[in-house]
């Protein structure tokens, strides 16, 4: 007789498109850890709920996508210090005395940049476009590389202020509006959801030189606008968001499991999949 798997899932709305049951399929496979992870399409008004009633029935994890990231630090019953400052949350782990919230998208960022992809960031002048739940993640991650200066520019300038004042012991970080922005930087994250409507942001196009990396949290099959237009402007490289999408994921299964899957296998086979589409 076999003993029941360990339950884990991804919780979103929608959650359909989602590519995480097919990444922790193959971090399980890989590392020999016998789980069970689902899909669950939360509506908002049922989160709180429904995650209680996940972990009181004995479920181990959940990662916690749109829209539900700002919600998911309600329900933890802690967080760790990255989710605090982040105040968002996208892994809920089940421990002894309750929820435990994390966020690790900005590790998987910088995780992507740094190891997979060789991106300088230490002293480097860096540019974070948007101000929403993604950029909350990943600036104290950015910033605990020690960059120059971290600019974050924002559609609503204000947003881009609040959010930078809230991360000034951290390092030196800016929050402007995009009329403000006119030097080139070494490496422009674009963490705004407009590539999702196939738009581009009004941002001046003086903020890239020839040595210029862009990376867009967003992916898909083709060229996001914002990749287009890097590349149109001469950039060094412009990136799409899947190295990011996967090492947030290694970090999850690592919380979950103690083990840290090889991601390489698993980028490989997603940009597989993506391309024969
Ligand atoms: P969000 O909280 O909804 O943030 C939206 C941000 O985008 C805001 O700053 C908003 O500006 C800006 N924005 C939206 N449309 C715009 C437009 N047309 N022009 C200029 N600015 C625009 O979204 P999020 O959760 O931060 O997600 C952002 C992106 O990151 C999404 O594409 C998501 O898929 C991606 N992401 C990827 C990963 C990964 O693993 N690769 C992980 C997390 C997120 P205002 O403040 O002015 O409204």
């Given at each position: 007789m076999g003993t029941a798997l360990d339950q884990y899932g991804v919780a979103g709305h929608?959650?359909?498109?989602?590519?995480s049951p097919f990444i922790h399929g193959m971090f399980a496979r890989e590392t020999g850890q016998r789980i069970s992870y689902r899909l669950y399409d939360v509506p908002p008004a049922e989160f709180h709920q429904r995650v209680r009633a996940f972990f009181a029935q004995g479920g181990r994890g959940l990662n916690v996508t749109l829209p539900h990231k700002i919600a998911a630090v309600e329900v933890a019953h802690e967080l760790t210090p990255r989710a605090a400052y982040a105040a968002a949350v996208n892994t809920l782990a089940a421990r002894p005395d309750g929820i435990l919230g994390d966020n690790t998208d900005g590790a998987g960022l910088v995780r992507d940049l740094?190891?997979?992809?060789?991106v300088a960031i230490t002293r480097r002048r860096v540019l974070v476009i948007g101000a929403g739940g993604a950029s909350r993640g990943i600036l104290g991650p950015l910033l605990g590389l020690a960059p120059e200066v971290l600019v974050i520019a924002n559609r609503t300038p204000q947003r881009a202020q609040a959010l930078a004042a809230q991360f000034t012991e951290l390092g030196v970080v800016r929050g402007v509006g995009f009329a403000e922005l006119d030097q080139p930087f070494d490496l422009i994250v674009?963490?705004?959801?407009a590539s999702l409507a196939g738009e581009l942001p009004?941002?001046?196009?003086?903020?890239?030189?020839?040595q210029t990396v862009c990376y867009d949290l967003a992916y898909g099959r083709s060229a996001t606008a914002f990749i287009e237009w890097a590349n149109l402007q001469g950039c060094m490289r412009a990136l799409q968001g899947w190295g990011m999408l996967v090492e947030q994921a290694a970090e999850s299964f690592r919380l979950w499991r103690g083990i840290r899957p090889d991601t390489a296998q698993v980028l490989a086979a997603l940009k597989e999949r993506s391309e024969s589409a």
């Open positions: 929608p959650v359909g498109h989602s590519l740094c190891d997979n992809l060789g674009n963490a705004t959801s009004p941002f001046p196009p003086t903020v890239i030189g020839p």
